[in-house]
């Protein structure tokens, strides 16, 4: 019990001293229990038939198929083939549209690339390049104006596991 009131009362120090990083952490919530990123192509994480189609090969699931396209849990999406974070579940909307959608990413971890098609940009892990998805803006589903429309496939998903107090 002595060491739980240590922990609080040096949080509430490092807050005194930096009030904007803590109430960003109180707003975010640390990202916890996430498995280590994995750095080396060749330890990857195994993908099988659909998630092999989708990140390695840019394929895309059918809609309203995919594991996380109605989800509504509370922690982070991470990339099925590496572990990097993605997004944040606070981030995920309903857009309709049979995907999971996401409105910001957990900043460094998604990159935007120009789509062999001319027409859209992809998304995909900045870690390991696997393809995740498009991001579309100016659609008016959320104030952020952007829809990242990822592959369930492409994902995994880690609860948010809460400190009581």
């Excluded at 009131?5 to 807050?15: G, N, P, R, S, Y």
């Excluded at 059918?62 to 922690?75: L, M, N, Q």
């Excluded at 572990?83 to 606070?90: A, G, H, M, Q, V």
Aim: aromatic share 10%.
């Amino acid at each position: 019990m002595k060491l739980k009131k240590l922990f609080f009362l040096l949080i509430a120090a490092i807050c005194l001293q930096n009030f904007s990083a803590c109430a960003q952490t109180k707003a975010e919530k640390p990202l916890t229990d996430l498995p280590p990123v994995i750095q080396n192509a060749d330890e990857y994480n195994e993908l099988e038939g659909t998630e092999a189609n989708v990140i390695l090969k840019k394929g895309t699931e059918r809609p309203f198929t995919g594991a996380y396209h109605d989800f509504k849990g509370k922690g982070v999406f991470i990339c099925k083939q590496c572990n990097l974070p993605l997004f944040r579940s606070k981030d995920k909307f309903n857009s309709g549209t049979g995907w999971p959608s996401f409105d910001d990413v957990i900043e460094g971890n998604v990159e935007e690339l120009p789509d062999a098609d001319g027409q859209r940009t992809e998304i995909v892990c900045s870690n390991c390049k696997g393809h995740l998805g498009h991001v579309f803006r100016g659609e008016g589903f959320t104030d952020k104006q952007t829809r990242h429309c990822a592959n369930s496939a492409s994902l995994d998903f880690v609860q948010q596991v809460s400190v009581k107090e």
